[in-house]
C-alpha cells in the first residue's frame, strides 16, 4: 500500500477529530463572540513550529524552485497541479446540487487532461470554462455543518474542524503518491509564497493575522463570494439628507 502525504493529512485529522469529540462542550463556543479557538495555546504553539519551518526549511526550498525553473514550466505545474482538483470540485459541487458547476468541472478535467496535455495548460478557460474550485468542507458547509473550533496542523498549517473533516475523507481517496502530493503542496505554496509571507509581517500578532485571515478566506469561499446582506439597520432620516442645507463645513 503506497503511502501517502494525502493519507498522513488523514490521519492527524482523525486524531484530531477524536481529540476534539472528546473535549465535547468545550468547543460549544458562541460563534458571535468570534473565531473559534478554545485550542489557542496550542495552537500558537503549533503555528510557531510551522513559521520556523517555513522560514528554515520550505521557503528556501520554494527560492531555490524559483531560481532555476522557467516561469513558464512553473504556470505549467501549477496548472497541472490545479487540474488535480477538479474531481474533489465535482464530487463536492454534487453534494451541494450545483450541477452546473460539477458539469463544468467535468468539462475542464476533460478537456485540461487531454488537449491541455495532462493540465500543463488550461484551453478550458480559454473555451470560457470558468474554475469554481469546490472541496468537502464547502459542502458541508453548504448542508448547515459549522466551521468549529479553529486548528492549526503541523506543516499543513491553519484549518478548522469542518475542513479537516473534509481533508480526511478527501485524503482517504487521493490518488497522488507521496512525492506527487509533497510537490503539488509546494507548488501551491510557490503561487501564493509572497501574499502568505506578506500577511503577518510586521503584525502585532501574526497568530491572530493567520487564523482571522484563513476564516474570512473560507467564510468567502463558502458564500462563492456573495456578501451577506449587512445586520445594520438603515435610519430613514439618513435617507432623506440634503447635502446643501444640512451639512456644515467644520471650518465654516
Not at 528554515?56 to 501549477?78: C, H, K, N, R, W
Not at 446582506?229 to 432620516?237: K, L, Q
Request: charged share 20%; glycine share 10%.
Amino acid at each position: 500500500m503506497t503511502i501517502t502525504l494525502a493519507r498522513i493529512r488523514a490521519a492527524a485529522a482523525v486524531g484530531l477529530a477524536a481529540g476534539l469529540l472528546l473535549c465535547g462542550p468545550a468547543w460549544s463556543q458562541d460563534a458571535d463572540d468570534g473565531t473559534d479557538d478554545p485550542l489557542e495555546p496550542v495552537n500558537r504553539v503549533v503555528s510557531g513550529f510551522n513559521s520556523i519551518f517555513r522560514s528554515l526549511l520550505l521557503d528556501p526550498l520554494v527560492d531555490g524552485y524559483q531560481a532555476v525553473t522557467p516561469e513558464f514550466i512553473q504556470e505549467g505545474l501549477s496548472n497541472a497541479t490545479s487540474n488535480l482538483t477538479e474531481p474533489v470540485t465535482i464530487g463536492s459541487s454534487l453534494i451541494q446540487g450545483d450541477f452546473e458547476n460539477a458539469g463544468t468541472a467535468t468539462e475542464r478535467f476533460i478537456v485540461n487532461s487531454t488537449i491541455g496535455v495532462g493540465g500543463l495548460a488550461d484551453p478550458a478557460s480559454d473555451m470560457g470554462l470558468e474554475r469554481r474550485q469546490e472541496d468537502l468542507g464547502q459542502a458541508l458547509a453548504a448542508h448547515g455543518v459549522e466551521a468549529g473550533p479553529h486548528v492549526v496542523l503541523p506543516i499543513l498549517g491553519p484549518t478548522n474542524f469542518r475542513d479537516a473533516v473534509g481533508n480526511l475523507a478527501t485524503g482517504l481517496v487521493n490518488p497522488l503518491p507521496l512525492a506527487g502530493t509533497a510537490a503539488s503542496g509546494v507548488i501551491t505554496y510557490s503561487d501564493n509564497q509572497d501574499a502568505l509571507n506578506a500577511l503577518t509581517t510586521n503584525s502585532l500578532d501574526p497568530y491572530v493575522t493567520e487564523r482571522e485571515a484563513y476564516e474570512q478566506h473560507r467564510r468567502f469561499q463558502v458564500l462563492n463570494g456573495e456578501i451577506p446582506e449587512s445586520d445594520f439597520a438603515v435610519f430613514e432620516e439618513f435617507e432623506d439628507f440634503d447635502d446643501d442645507e444640512d451639512f456644515i463645513l467644520a471650518d465654516e
